[in-house]
């Protein structure tokens, strides 16, 4: 049984790591997970076509700061990697205050926070310092020092494939990315990771295909490697933010009234908690690739707070203290939860159509616990029988009837020992 402070503890391990897109961050990363699932990881070299995008050079950093006229350095990526722009250029030379305001980031509504920025794109370099000290700086001499590269490497993913009894799969998808920020998006990473190691220890109907990219460039990557097998994917979901203690948020697919969808839908409502649902758009994570039109998968986004919504996001108060086991256990649990319905809704034929069956003599009318159990297993059993026509999956008649899903989970498996009920997927 894994529990909320395991998941905590792989997140305190990640969290130092200066991580980007590309570079040995990534790779320390993946090496990490590996101590809990193992990963089969894959290098891309740059400059390697992935539909309109290119792989990019390859960033690593070693070190950073800003001295002041004393000497004294003033900013230093040491005390935080979000201090340095992410995907900065080298760079050692004297500016005065004016030029160096140009390469400083602030939030003047979070006086006191670091922000995290990145330029993949342009070839600049520049530091992201808290609004205070920004302010505070004296009109004199800094000298300035990057110690990066960028230079031809690869782009580094990690995967592992979760054989089940069938070739179709599903696709759990989480961005690895991010420097020191614990909940965007360590928490997807740690909970994913546990949630492979649980699955693994199981038996599934399903394949589970577990994918640890950079986000946008990574899964474009692997969506233009793997085109020939997409077609097997019949549920995804991207995982992120998921360690702080905000209700939970689905965002549907584009599709928008898939299988996946359904089950999220169903599962969160169960959970007898606030729960809010997004419809689709172009913007976000992952779900924007895997829901291109060009692909459209069945691939849902579960998060809690959305990215933006949350004055912490992408700045320097993601930090450990921002999540916490509890939440991150309660992360797991609603996903496991998924995946046991995702395993479980299956579609049923009855045959025994004409009329209903003589249930007495098949010996289904035993009492099941409590006199009102009893109750819902009968009607689970005539509501399953109706609606089994081929066209009603088991969550579809949960819907209809209200009744618990695990429920007639057990009624079916019961109407098919009796020989009345007939699997169809
Ligand atoms: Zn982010």
């Known amino acids: ?8 503890d792989l997140i305190k391990k990640l969290y130092p790591i200066p991580r980007s897109i590309t570079g040995e961050g990534v790779r320390q990363t993946l090496s ?11 290098e891309v070299p740059s400059g390697t076509k992935a539909f309109d995008w290119e792989v ?21 990526f040491k005390n935080s990697n979000l201090h340095v722009l992410n995907y900065s250029i080298p760079i050692q030379k004297k500016v005065g205050l004016a030029e160096l305001k140009d390469h400083l980031y602030s ?10 920025r990145t330029s993949y794109h342009n ?49 759990i998808s989480t961005h690895i990315c991010h420097p020191s920020l614990a909940n965007d998006n360590l928490s997807g990473i740690a909970v994913s990771a546990y949630l492979a190691k649980q699955l693994s220890e199981k038996k599934n109907n399903y394949s589970y295909r577990f994918l640890f990219i950079p986000v946008t460039i990574g899964s474009i990557t692997w969506l233009s490697r793997n085109e020939a097998e997409v077609s097997r994917i019949k549920h995804g979901l991207v995982l992120t933010l998921l360690g702080d203690g905000s209700d939970f948020y689905y965002k549907r697919s584009r599709q928008g009234n898939t299988e996946i969808d359904k089950i999220v839908e169903k599962v969160l409502k169960d959970l007898g908690k606030a729960y809010k649902l997004l419809d689709f758009s172009p913007y976000g994570y992952d779900e924007r690739q895997y829901c291109s039109p060009g692909f459209n998968l069945a691939v849902g986004r579960l998060t809690r707070k959305p990215h933006g919504e949350f004055p912490e996001y992408h700045t320097s108060a993601d930090n450990l203290d921002f999540v916490k ?24 034929l ?5 009329c209903e069956p003589q249930l007495g ?21 005539l509501w399953i029988l109706n609606y089994s026509d081929g066209t009603h999956s088991l969550l579809d008649i949960s819907n209809q009837s209200g009744l618990d899903f695990k429920l007639l989970h057990e009624a079916a498996k019961r109407l098919m020992d009796a020989d009345l009920l007939q699997e169809l997927n």
């Open 1 to 8: 049984m894994i529990n909320g402070q395991q998941i905590y």
């Open 107 to 116: 939030l003047p509504d979070q006086p006191e926070w670091i922000p995290y």
């Open 56 to 76: 990019p050079m390859e960033w690593n950093i070693r070190d950073a700061w800003v001295k002041n006229s004393k000497g004294e350095k003033i900013i230093n």
């Open 350 to 354: 009855n045959l025994n159509p004409k």
């Open 123 to 171: 070839l600049t370099w520049g530091f992201c310092v808290s609004h205070t000290q920004l302010e505070n700086l004296k009109d004199e001499m800094y000298e300035v020092m990057i110690d990066s590269t960028l230079k031809p490497g690869s782009l580094t993913y990690g995967e592992y494939y979760i054989e089940g009894s069938t070739k179709q799969e599903v696709l």
């Open 325 to 348: 086991p509890e939440y991150l256990a309660e992360s797991l649990d609603l996903i496991t939860s998924i995946t046991e319905v995702i395993e479980t809704n299956k579609t049923y």
């Open 361 to 381: 003599k098949r010996g289904l009318f035993k009492k099941v616990g409590g006199a009102g159990k009893t109750k819902d297993f009968h009607m689970a059993l």
């Open 32 to 42: 990490l997970i590996s101590e809990v699932i193992p990963l089969k990881v894959t």
